[in-house]
């Protein structure tokens, strides 16, 4: 099912105290969007630590709370948009124990209620509104009077209320224009996690090896970086596969091309990498492996340098061939643009 705007009824968050936890990537761009619905400013409140957020809220004209807890008493709805490997600590241990019986609580991703790590009161609403989209296109696209693909779900039912302020929610941000679709915590975590641990791993790893082949058959490092993806057309070939089709795209491409890649893609069974990606899907998303792996480093996220987990892949991929490859090609470049 697709929710538009007729289906979302604004008024039910009429006097409503809305409170953003975070005001980062989605967090800014949804809380402009709903002020810029209607939403009274000083029914709004961001609820952040002191940092850079914090003053961009306040250079935006929004009323900022410093104290966690005292955000949490007064709130109706809560927008829970911190990175998500912080939320169950700020949430559980300082937002959660405060806030109201029938507060609404909505979620941009659907990973920590599908993995219960959040605690909620049986008699609390808890609704996903997960864009598909980075904020600042959240924002822009609003700006621009479109809207945006994203997913929208009443998890938790608590007031018999939540899949109305489900999609006030989405109408608010903008998200009911092109069409809300209805999806669930489970879906948008078994989808998120498979393309970020499956899909895109093998992407990366068809274009390192592919690389790795041509080069070793003596093409040079600009023509490979151009040829693979610094002329951007892997960016149209995908924009073109959203806006006409993800087979009809390749008739753009010369008859030479669209023989090669058809009877290539055939050829292949994608019987090794169907269990391969089954096994990921079962073994280690579904089944709460990777998310156990992950909260344990949950603390070694905020350190520098090579002290944080994700630093150290970054190091390790910096050391792909393609990655050398490319860095020499951009700094020859930068040279030449300074000439
Ligand atoms: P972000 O990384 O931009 O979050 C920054 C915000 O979190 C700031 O307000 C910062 O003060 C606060 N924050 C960071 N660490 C904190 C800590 N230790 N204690 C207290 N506050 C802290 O977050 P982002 O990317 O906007 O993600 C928020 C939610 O939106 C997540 O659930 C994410 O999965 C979801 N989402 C994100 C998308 C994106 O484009 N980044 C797309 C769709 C959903």
């Not at 975070?22 to 939403?39: E, K, M, S, V, W």
């Not at 109201?100 to 959040?118: E, H, P, Q, R, T």
């Not at 489900?166 to 903008?174: D, F, K, N, P």
């Not at 480093?297 to 390790?316: H, R, T, W």
């Amino acid at each position: 099912k697709i929710y538009y705007d007729q289906d979302a009824d604004l008024t039910v968050l009429d006097g409503k105290t809305i409170v953003f936890l975070g005001f980062g990537n989605q967090g800014a761009a949804q809380a402009q969007n709903l002020r810029d619905t209607g939403i009274p400013n000083d029914n709004i409140i961001i609820a952040n630590r002191e940092d850079s957020y914090a003053e961009d809220a306040k250079l935006k004209g929004f009323n900022v709370q410093h104290d966690f807890s005292k955000a949490a008493q007064v709130a109706d709805v809560v927008f829970l948009l911190i990175p998500d490997q912080v939320q169950p600590r700020i949430f559980n241990e300082i937002f959660a124990p405060k806030l109201k019986d029938n507060v609404a609580i909505c979620v941009a991703s659907g990973y920590n209620v599908f993995f219960k790590l959040l605690k909620f009161k049986r008699s609390q609403d808890v609704v996903m509104v997960a864009p598909r989209m980075i904020g600042s296109s959240v924002r822009s696209l609003y700006q621009k009077g479109k809207g945006f693909p994203c997913f929208v779900s009443a998890e938790q039912d608590g007031t018999g209320n939540a899949l109305k302020i489900a999609l006030a929610l989405s109408r608010g941000i903008g998200a009911t224009k092109l069409g809300a679709i209805s999806s669930s915590v489970y879906e948008e975590t078994a989808m998120d996690l498979m393309a970020e641990q499956a899909l895109w791993p093998n992407i990366i790893m068809l274009f390192r090896e592919g690389f790795n082949v041509l080069k070793e058959a003596g093409c040079s490092d600009e023509a490979l970086c151009y040829e693979m993806w610094m002329s951007k057309e892997p960016a149209e070939i995908f924009e073109a596969a959203a806006d006409e089709g993800f087979v009809t795209q390749l008739k753009h491409h010369s008859t030479v091309s669209q023989y090669g890649q058809l009877s290539g893609a055939l050829k292949l069974d994608g019987i090794a990498a169907r269990e391969h990606f089954k096994n990921i899907l079962y073994n280690q998303i579904l089944n709460g492996k990777f998310t156990k792996e992950f909260s344990q480093i949950e603390a070694d996220l905020e350190k520098d340098g090579l002290d944080n987990p994700v630093n150290q892949l970054y190091a390790k991929a910096e050391e792909m061939e393609l990655a050398q490859a490319e860095a020499r090609v951009r700094s020859r470049l930068a040279d030449m643009l300074k000439q």
